[in-house]
C-alpha cells in the first residue's frame, strides 16, 4: 500500500507537506509543489485511508448538502438545472480541498437529527431554509451550517444569497419600458418570506413605479414541473390583455414557452418572457431567453470559502454575503408600444 511517506520521497518534499496537500491545506504551498505531489498521488496510485483518518481527527471530511423540502412522489428536485448545476459547482470546490459532498433531501428537524446521527458531518449547506422549528434546530448544532439563499440574519448560521428583489424588479421594468402593462407575474407557491417571496416584491416594486396597479390574478402560481407549465399556460392564455410574464426561474420560463404553442401562441410574438438564473437553458431555448443572471460560479466559491473558513477554525472575512444581478438581454422580449 502507498502511504504518505513514499509519495514524500518520490517528490523530494517533508511528508508534512504531503500531508497539507492532500488536506487541502495548500495555501502556503507553492502550485509547482501542489501539482508535483499531485502528480505522484496519481502515478503511484496513493489513496487516502478515510476511517482511519475519521477516527484520528473526529473529522469525516464530508459535509452535507441540504435541501429542505417535503418530497411528493411527482417531483425530484434534482431535475431542477439550478439545483443540480449549484450543487455541482459546491462538490468540485469542495472535492479540490480535500472534502466530499453528501447530497440529502430532508423534509423536518426530526430527519435532519437522525441524519446527523447516522453520519460524521463535518459541515452543512442548506437550501430552502425559513424560521421555524427546523431553523432553529440548524442553529443548535456544533457543527458549522451556510445557508443557501436563506433570508434569516444570526451570528452562528451564514448565509450567501442574492439581490432577488432587485433582480425581478429589472424583470418587470424591462417589460414595463417595452410598452408592456399587463404583465403576469408566474412562479411555485412561496411563503410570506424568502427567495421567491423577494422576488414577488420586486415586481410589485416595478409596477409601484410605473403607476400601474397589482393585480392579484395575474400571479399565476405552479410547481416546477412539466405537466404544471401546461396547466400555467392555459391559465396566461385566459387572462385577457396580457403582453407580458415574469418568472422566477429559467426552467419555468422555458416550460411556458413550450406549452404555450399547444395553444397557438409563441414567445414573444403573443408573450415576451423573461426567465430568472441564467443557467445553461436559457441560451438553449427557442427564443434564446432574456434573463435575470446570478454568478452561480461565484456564490458557490463564497459559499465553499466561508464552510472551509468554519471547519478549519478561520474567522471569515464575510459570513453574510448579497451577491448582485443583472439583465440579460436576449431575444424573447419585445416592444408593444406602438403595437394596436
Not at 25 to 51: F, H, W
Not at 317 to 326: A, C, F
Request: glycine fraction near 6%; include cysteine.
Amino acid at each position: 500500500m502507498v502511504t504518505i511517506t513514499d509519495i514524500a520521497a518520490a517528490t523530494g518534499v517533508s511528508a508534512t507537506t504531503v500531508s497539507n496537500v492532500i488536506h487541502g491545506r495548500s495555501n502556503r504551498v507553492s502550485q509547482e509543489t501542489v501539482q508535483k505531489i499531485n502528480d505522484a498521488i496519481k502515478a503511484l496510485g496513493y489513496t487516502p485511508n478515510m476511517s482511519a483518518r475519521a477516527l484520528v481527527s473526529r473529522q469525516s471530511r464530508v459535509v452535507g448538502f441540504i435541501n429542505h423540502i417535503i418530497p411528493t412522489s411527482d417531483y425530484n428536485p434534482m431535475d431542477d438545472p439550478f439545483t443540480s448545476t449549484f450543487m455541482g459547482i459546491i462538490e468540485k470546490a469542495l472535492r479540490e480541498n480535500g472534502y466530499y459532498l453528501m447530497v440529502r433531501n430532508v423534509a423536518s428537524s426530526e430527519e435532519l437529527l437522525a441524519l446527523l446521527s447516522n453520519w460524521n458531518l463535518d459541515g452543512l449547506f442548506v437550501m430552502n431554509v425559513f424560521r421555524g422549528e427546523f431553523f432553529d434546530t440548524l442553529n443548535s448544532l456544533d457543527i458549522p451550517v451556510v445557508l443557501i439563499d436563506g433570508y434569516i440574519t444570526n451570528e452562528r448560521v451564514s448565509n450567501v444569497g442574492l439581490e432577488d428583489r432587485k433582480g425581478c424588479y429589472l424583470a418587470t421594468k424591462y417589460l414595463i419600458d417595452h410598452g408592456h402593462r399587463r404583465i403576469v407575474f408566474s412562479s411555485p407557491p412561496f411563503p410570506e418570506e424568502g427567495v421567491v417571496h423577494e422576488r414577488f416584491e420586486g415586481y410589485r416594486d416595478a409596477l409601484s413605479e410605473a403607476g400601474i396597479p397589482y393585480d392579484e390574478s395575474l400571479a399565476i402560481m405552479t410547481e416546477l414541473d412539466y405537466d404544471c407549465y401546461r396547466e400555467a399556460a392555459k391559465r396566461i392564455v385566459e387572462l385577457p390583455g396580457v403582453t407580458g410574464i415574469v418568472t422566477t426561474a429559467d426552467v419555468l420560463a422555458a416550460g411556458l414557452i413550450i406549452h404555450l404553442r399547444s395553444f397557438h401562441k409563441s414567445c414573444p410574438k403573443d408573450y415576451s418572457i423573461v426567465g430568472f438564473d441564467d443557467i445553461t437553458l436559457a441560451k438553449l431555448v427557442t427564443p434564446p431567453l432574456t434573463t435575470v443572471r446570478q454568478d452561480m460560479g461565484l456564490k458557490g466559491s463564497i459559499a465553499v470559502d466561508i464552510m472551509l473558513k468554519k471547519l478549519e477554525g478561520e474567522p471569515a472575512r464575510h459570513t453574510n454575503v448579497t451577491l448582485p444581478t443583472e439583465l440579460v438581454v436576449r431575444e424573447s422580449v419585445i416592444n408593444v408600444t406602438n403595437e394596436g
